[in-house]
């Protein structure tokens, strides 16, 4: 592979999943609910692709915020459960940090679920502390729209750096000339359902145009 | 043909396209302009494939309102405009009323901008007088979103028909199985431009189905 | 079960699922596609907990319009496909009407992208030759909003009862005292996901319940 | 507890709490009303929970800007209220910047009506005085959602912090493991009502895994 | 009081206020969840001050859907609960129905989450069997906009007669002068937060002409 | 002038302009307050060229509903201010219904304050007394969008007119070719904005035709 | 008056309204035409309160672009006119950039219509030539609200100093206590109706209080 | 022409035109697909008309993602197209970094499909590398709008400068005043369709400066 331009490393990364949980997604307000889980399962499914570690954690899941999403772990059986004794910002729980040090990499891609508090939290406290770190803003979810703007304008003046779910599969991926590439197609086509359209109608066609038309139009011309 | 079925009869049909002015056209919020000019120029389009008659008019186009866009009598050459002397309501200009008279028809097809006036209007009268009316909402043009809400409900309990313009097109067609299928078809995907982009993914998934790829993915599974 | 109630009667329904093609998905603006795709999935399962016939019909699937989505004869079997030959309105289709008429049945559910042609024209015909038409607007899928807003108007007016695909799924299962409830449980979970959170907080919040807290909050009061 | 980590320290904090009046609550166009008020209110509690200084003041209150809202005084018995003498910007306001001194503390967290004004200026002001300040976005309320759009930009350029209601009231509570833990729960149920319903759900759900079902579904698998 | 002029006669009217359950407020998207609440409370405290029957019902409640929020039967305490045995239609519940008729009267303020099942479903069913039926959709809830837009005609196709929280309060209320007078102006200040600031506005505007202005503005002209 | 085709009389017409006040106005919702104020005044403007009878009358103007806002008489001296003993809907009061009497016309145009409540009341009331209502929606004002869009279907329902304070004005009007074309103009591109920059551009054009170009572009081709 | 706390210093201000033209205007769709030209008007009124040196521009005004509105130089008769010969960016004209210099100022206050084009490259070519800029993207319209986000970004990333129309002109007035404060409360009503709605209010209440009620509410409580 | 002030230069500019390909364009849901495609065309036709040189490429435009839209290189002849072989970052394919080495030229203007991934990933990378980069954000088309909003906000931070079509068309304009004056305007209405509207009135309004009025208001004053 060619040196990064400037994009993120993928041998350098870990990725912390934090917060997913079924009672915080029913506050969730700005964007469909659906569409933050899919894009919290296409994370996972890109880390276990890639081999990326994956830390998650939760909030007081035996409280009101619900149970974790089992897809999280599901798609990353590799994935590292930390839980927490009551901390908000995950990085005031040792060993969550401790998890991340292990590691050995310095680029962290971060989801959480609120995010103005579990995404933006962490990843301010991981700046200060020298990392360097990529907020995949709409795999979080908000409890509110005009939150969610305020925290983008806030973790971009504090040095990390706002991405999306899209972008950062595509920014992981690299490349389509990969033995990973048609599972690669998967995951995006899940992220962004216009996509699955495209490849069924790609396949459609292609199919025609060897096996010619079903349909009897003798008079258009 | 098969029988109606409760559709619209192409062959009782008048088109009356009223006041698509240039001016008037700047004063419209209900929907970007460029659309309106693309569903007005639509309308012509498939008045001039199924020789429906046309009639045009405008509303003092010497003054502010500004000329009728030219693209309407451009793409429906067989139109006949019927100047007016004021009149707000075209129905309420004699010469207008006998245009649509002579051609024996009682289905009228109106687009007019402003929808709650220049279309709404007429077809209120139309009704009265015991014409059958389609409104086609979108190749009007209102001046704000809630008028056109208003003007929805109004013309509704009037006894018209409210339509869409992709609807109206398709209601006209009645089949692909003609010979002007494809003529048809280049309308819709003028009226739809993500029709267009399918039709340009479907002539290349075909021709490389045909000829072969081009990309070299060569380590692509 | 008790009478209707002036409700839908699922004994005398049969579902028709017309035009739900991944290329006309990609044409759809009214709702995301994923949530349209969705509410189609929904009613076929729908249909199959409760053997509603359902017959579905494709508009030349073999051009740019895109196959039919797999999903819908995958999770409804037992559904009937009747191509058609060109028609744009599928009761111009006799063999597609005969497959209606085969039922016995005079309640029709309809559902077909894209609504202001494909859902509309259908029950506008059915309206006429005397039967009672619910249409599943959200569950068919229309090019623009203004569309959409403009369609619900005209199959009111035409004596169509306008429903959403919640609404239909409810008033087919009627009570949740029934066999299949936890199977409809899931479809409406599938429906409007928020419910599936809830499902997920209840059962957990039950273990916890049961099992006691995992988090340990000892200052907490 | 352990060091901030990069987030607020709240054994530092100041909060403002500036111009929320009625009358100037009648011109917010940016969010709803009662939403601004909650916010405000849940502040005022946060600072009385955690006994942060909180110094208030109100812009010609005998005039049509209106009284300050009761709730303020009322939830933060201990606050300050520092009257003006026409000063827009509250920090041209000599008394006001000497409240502030008397603290001690550095670091601000600032709300006023309107954002771009009432909350900006003190904000900018504060900046240059060598305070950190934290500016709570959406429990001020502005004029227009575009003025706030600019002033997020403008505060952010400036060095000011933007933040939420929800972000800043769990940036100071820091942890679940505390004594005032179900009182933070209660503020944090009154920002995002949402969270209120999870939290009468999870009581029932507890309960009835007690108690056992009320509803008889004998038929129901 | 004067005759009704074809307004709603208080004195004939039956409220039913069905399904308004924690679980189910999780999953409403049509309007915010607090309002929503709001108004639900607004008719509770509505039907208290005229003593117009309450009947109350919940779907499920030991189940996802959750428990009836508490302040219905806490502000309307002589509402009369009546358990359903897994009828979606409330009007499929024979008690339910009993209930009403018990009443001897024959019109009904209905207000149900979800709107286009707990409110629809009963409103069709009322009319059928005779009732004049009031939806007060805003303070039902749905789970999505479509929906409630299409429910909307629907009701208004079968005879129903939508309306909103504050017009049935000033429907039921008619006129200011009678004792309620100062009450009702309490509810609609809850329903129309704006008015409580009004409110506000108002009496510091007679303080103030009674006892003098606080701020020296002696420059000021 | 040609018989009215359906439209408006306005020789038969009544205006009834209700409860337009300062403090009603700062909870409308449904659209920005100074175009609320912009139509309500068009309206006064277009019944004094012509001659139109216009009865006002407030409701509680010495409380927080505030005074009425000064342009209505300002703009229609011939205005007659009916005041009310506390009733809402303005029908419950008699001098009201005696004023619009004695004018011996039967069609009635209604603008309120708000929407649901002070328009559709006594729209319903006169419906059902025999008179014609034209409801001028966006003259009117309403606390919620939804409740905006409920009130538009119950008129309608109910068999009065929905309309907007552009098309009023042009039913009114009838003619551009009449004495008061000008200062019909000039109402209407009040209405619209959009109009009068039209005029501004039109009449320079027109001048620069006459005078030459100001600008040197010597190099333009 | 104090230093400036960081804030903008009125003496050192100019004020440069550029291309407020009647054909621009027709362009814009980041915010309602009226408003546009309600907020240019305050600038113009607020620069000629202050003594603030004006100056205008137009681009190619004899041309589709239009002419100046009438009423910056109607409100601004201090204001100096400078014609460019075809320039976009109007500080590629020398005679503005000396119209400037000759003030002997440094801080720009800027408005220009289209904001991505007329208001912004003025402000990034001063702020490379040494000044201070000050960029009111509300009183300037912009062709989409698109490219206003965009250009919100850009400007602050150039060091220009966004703010809106309301923050200006009270960052302008300072303080309520100065003899033009009445002149000030004008300015600010007509940029926020709602502000105009509070005043009448206010002035109706204290009448109220000095002369007593109106209404007869003898019943009310 | 004068020294850029600060502005973009012309004479050292490359446009990239990165993946503009018809499957792509479906799946874009920020800006309308036919704004998008008359944006980028506009961008090829102002190169063209500027001599500025135009690099196009593709991503796998053999599969789903469907192949480059035609217009690109029909309006810009002289662009070079460079295949890749699957790199997502154009910048990772060095024959596409050595055609713009090639240039000599240190400043792009990029517009890619997707946004937050075609666009914004060789803008990184550009900067990276030494160059100035503008990014013409409408021009791209993105999945999501929320993407958008963040990608703007991650291209500002990493030092790349944000733009939209019409302001950069204006920024390699300079002048109305030169000779190919007439063909920018011409790009320009197409951009702005406003705009094209305003050109036909005021042709319209000085021909009839010119001939005399059509319409006969002989009443009209």
Redesign the interface.
Known sequence: M?AT???LDADDAVMLLIDHQ??L???V???????L??YAIALAKTASLLKIPVITTA?????????L??EIHQYAPHAVYV???????A??N?PFVEAIEKTGRKTLIIAGT?T??CM??PA??A???GYKAYCV??ASGN??K?????????I???GA????T??IA??L??????????RFAKILAE????????????????????SG?????????
Do not use: H
């Open positions: 060619p331009n400037g994009m079924s009672g997604f029913n506050t307000r700005d964007l469909p609910i659906p569409d889980r899919k909030s007081v899941p035996d409280g009101p915020n619900g149970p999403i089992p839980p927490r004794t009551g901390q908000i910002n990085w005031d040792p609120l103005s508090v933006a939290f301010i406290s700046i200060q502390a803003v709409d409890w509110s005009m939150a969610t703007d305020i925290t983008i304008a806030r971009a003046q504090a750096i706002p991405t999306d899209f972008a595509a920014e991926m690299r490349t389509w000339n990969r033995p990973e590439g048609s992220i962004c359902p216009e996509y699955q359209c495209l490849i069924e109608s790609y396949d459609k066609a292609q199919a025609i145009a060897k038309p079903e349909t009897k139009l003798d008079k258009y011309q």
